[in-house]
């Protein structure tokens, strides 16, 4: 089976400072990884993926995530905070032969004017 | 209407009612999803339905039973709830079941049981 941890349930930034979410993942097999954003009253929205192609991979709106075997991690980071970045995320893992799609708990960023 | 769209999106019922949710996609998917989303908890797979067949059910009470007719619409069918099911329901959609393809969600129905 698989699982995700997001260290941290609520992380605050300043404006302009950098984003960093933490998501280590656990999987007997070659995962495929995702984030997902919620804002506030919609549905999750897909940010980026890892499907086992380049392990640095970028997403919508400045985000990008780094594939670390080694370490069984995916953070999500982005250089400089946007208060419109403020928003639930939810990383989560899948695998090719899997029957089920496991998501974290979430982490809710708040960027600081 | 593009996208995923949920209907309502707030409902409250008392444990003894018969109420159902409604999910349509117009993004020419194979695959639907429930999920419950609580406070404090992951998201929960709750059904998957590929080309129509439902693939997985995961453990769900039966007090929530879905529903497939075809491709673009999917509905959850609720009765003797429980006042632990209060939670946001979200439906999504996706080119193939369980994959690698992105889910696309709606905005969720909001439910609230007395």
């Known amino acids: 089976a698989q699982s995700v941890t997001q260290l941290g349930s609520h992380v605050s930034v300043s404006e302009g400072a950098l984003v960093l979410l933490r998501c280590n993942y656990s999987?007997?097999?070659?995962?495929?990884l995702f984030w997902y954003v919620q804002y506030p009253n919609q549905g999750l929205q897909l940010l980026l993926k890892y499907t086992s192609a380049a392990t640095l991979v970028k997403g919508i709106n400045g985000f990008e995530a780094e594939f670390k075997k080694s370490e069984t991690s995916f953070h999500l980071t982005k250089p400089s905070a946007h208060m419109s970045d403020a928003a639930e995320y939810f990383c989560a893992v899948t695998v090719n032969t899997g029957n089920q799609f496991y998501f974290g708990t979430g982490t809710s960023l708040t960027v600081i004017p | 209407e593009t996208g995923v769209t949920q209907t309502p999106r707030h409902l409250v019922m008392g444990m003894t009612n018969k109420k159902s949710l409604k999910c349509e996609q117009h993004l020419g998917h194979n695959a639907m999803y429930w999920y419950k989303q609580s406070a404090k908890k992951p998201l929960e797979l709750m059904f998957v339905?590929?080309?129509?067949?439902?693939?997985e059910n995961n453990s769900v009470p039966s007090r929530f039973s879905p529903e497939c007719p075809n491709s673009s619409h999917l509905f959850l069918h609720l009765h003797t709830l429980q006042p632990e099911d209060s939670a946001l329901y979200l439906c999504?959609?996706?080119?193939?079941?369980?994959?690698?393809?992105?889910?696309?969600f709606g905005p969720g129905t909001r439910l609230t049981v007395l």
């Open positions: 999504a959609s996706s080119e193939r079941g369980l994959t690698a393809d992105t889910q696309y």
């Open positions: 999987s007997s097999v070659p995962p495929y």
């Open positions: 339905y590929n080309f129509k067949e439902q693939t």
